[in-house]
């Protein structure tokens, strides 16, 4: 049963510090979705890759926030430095890449700045 | 801002359908309608797609207007493990699954 997997599933840090979450997509889809989830805004796209390349990373804060597929297993989000307000869950899809298509999510790695 | 307007809770008896409704007055031709659903703490998962005609899985029925500005989802025999939120999204690419706030869909015994 193919699965998404993210690690770490929960994260606790301090303000300014690093934070590196890391998702393995389903093998064989070539495109990958970051998203991030709170309350008040809801899932929200962060950033887009396909075949590892970034196609959209709008919706990223790009001042503190990195996204990158280093290969086709892995793909990493960092914050640096971290903030309380990027306190959320964060979500990683990943896709066959066929076009339009559905999305296979993982289980989401639980952040709490402090 | 999402495109489509969903209510914002709905309860269903188990056992009986849940029909989810969501409107979107202004989709495009070429967009489908998509339907995820996130159970508590878990990430969002697939239920169904379609772009004009009906579609059925073994997860779930899609019924889409002919003026394709609405469409209701419907679970034929919901049980208690299909309390979830319920996000209806339209879209033509595959970065653009904007997902709105979703229908809290609760089934009781």
């Known amino acids: 049963d193919a699965r998404v997997t993210q690690t770490p599933r929960h994260k606790v840090t301090e303000m300014g510090q690093e934070v590196t979450m890391r998702c393995q997509p389903i093998l064989g889809h070539n495109t990958v979705f970051w998203y991030r989830q709170t309350m008040m805004q809801g899932l929200e796209l962060l950033a887009y890759?396909?075949?590892?390349?970034?196609?959209?990373d709008s919706g990223m804060p790009k001042d503190r926030f990195s996204a990158e597929m280093p290969d086709a297993t892995l793909a990493t989000l960092k914050i640096q430095p971290s903030e309380p307000r990027d306190s959320a869950v964060y979500f990683c899809?990943?896709?066959?890449?066929?076009?339009?298509?559905?999305?296979?999510f993982g289980p989401g790695t639980r952040l709490l700045v402090l | 801002d999402a495109k489509t307007t969903q209510p914002p809770s709905m309860d269903c008896a188990e056992g009986r359908a849940a029909n989810l409704p969501c409107n979107h007055s202004t989709i495009s031709g070429n967009e489908y309608v998509y339907w995820y659903r996130q159970i508590h703490s878990q990430g969002p998962q697939y239920i169904i797609h379609g772009l004009k005609n009906n579609e059925t899985n073994e997860m779930a029925s899609l019924i889409i207007t002919e003026d394709r500005k609405s469409s209701t989802l419907i679970l034929p025999h919901a049980t208690l493990r299909d309390t979830a939120v319920y996000y209806c999204i339209v879209s033509s690419l595959e970065n653009d699954m904007r997902f709105g706030a979703g229908t809290r869909l609760t089934v009781k015994p």
């Open positions: 899809a990943s896709g066959p890449g066929q076009g339009i298509e559905t999305q296979y």
């Open positions: 890759f396909r075949n590892r390349a970034p196609l959209d």
